[in-house]
């Protein structure tokens, strides 16, 4: 059975329409976590919850937003796709500190 | 520095060989280290995590060497479905992974 799940797979946009990617859990995790990833590239780290506590990384643009409703789902919301955000786009999720990752399948975005 | 660096690759092998990855960490807090695999156009999936005294699982053995804060990762006997790009993972506590860029491995028949 699935444990992290993400829909849709594969999103196409047009330039400056905004978007939202939706991430879910049966885990239970307390950490949800957003990356982007290029080809040929380490996933970078958007943003990531701590529960309900939103933390952001200093580079992650202002376009790219985030909402965590419950623990078991997580939104990307691209405000004004442009063309350099086409990428996959990966949640995972994690129980605790020393414990590993699970990745969704990812949602490959292309902007148009 | 980079927080994680690992070979550049790639590296295209011959079935059968033994290959090796490295890496390197630059937080001396860190505290996990994970080896993850990612095929072409998935996502990256756990293959093994690595303790202090190294672990080995099947054809796959991991070490660790926190004085010199190196992580490597053998695999033996390669198969063509090892192709896949190998990610080292590192977390300094309660803080998210860090990800190196990967190395990708080509097993060729």
């Known amino acids: 059975d699935a444990m992290v799940i993400q829909n849709p797979r594969y999103q196409v946009t047009q330039f400056g329409k905004p978007v939202t990617l939706s991430c879910s859990q049966t885990l239970n995790h307390n950490v949800m976590y957003w990356y982007q990833q290029k080809s040929s590239q380490a996933p970078k780290l958007l943003f990531h919850y701590y529960d309900k506590d939103f933390n952001n990384e200093a580079d992650t643009p202002d376009n790219f937003q985030s909402r965590r409703p419950n623990t078991s789902f997580c939104f990307l919301d691209i405000r004004s796709p442009g063309l350099g955000d086409a990428a996959m786009y990966l949640c995972?999720?994690?129980?605790?500190?020393?414990?590993?990752?699970?990745f969704g399948p990812g949602t490959r975005l292309t902007v148009t | 520095r980079k927080e994680v660096e690992q070979d550049p690759g790639p590296f295209n092998v011959p079935e059968g060989a033994t290959v090796a990855f490295n890496c390197t960490y630059s937080?001396?807090?860190?505290?996990?280290f994970f080896w993850y695999r990612q095929d072409c156009r998935k996502e990256p999936k756990l293959l093994m995590s690595?303790?202090?005294s190294g672990n080995e699982d099947g054809r796959f053995t991991a070490q660790l060497n926190r004085a010199s804060q190196y992580i490597s990762l053998l695999i033996r006997d390669s198969k063509l479905s090892d192709s896949a790009t190998y990610l080292c993972?590192?977390?300094?506590?309660?803080?998210?992974?860090?990800f190196g860029k990967g190395t990708r491995l080509s097993v060729i028949a």
């Open positions: 937080n001396s807090a860190s505290q996990s």
């Open positions: 993972v590192v977390n300094a506590g309660n803080t998210p992974l860090v």
């Open positions: 995972a999720t994690r129980l605790g500190a020393d414990d590993e990752q699970y």
């Open positions: 690595v303790y202090s």
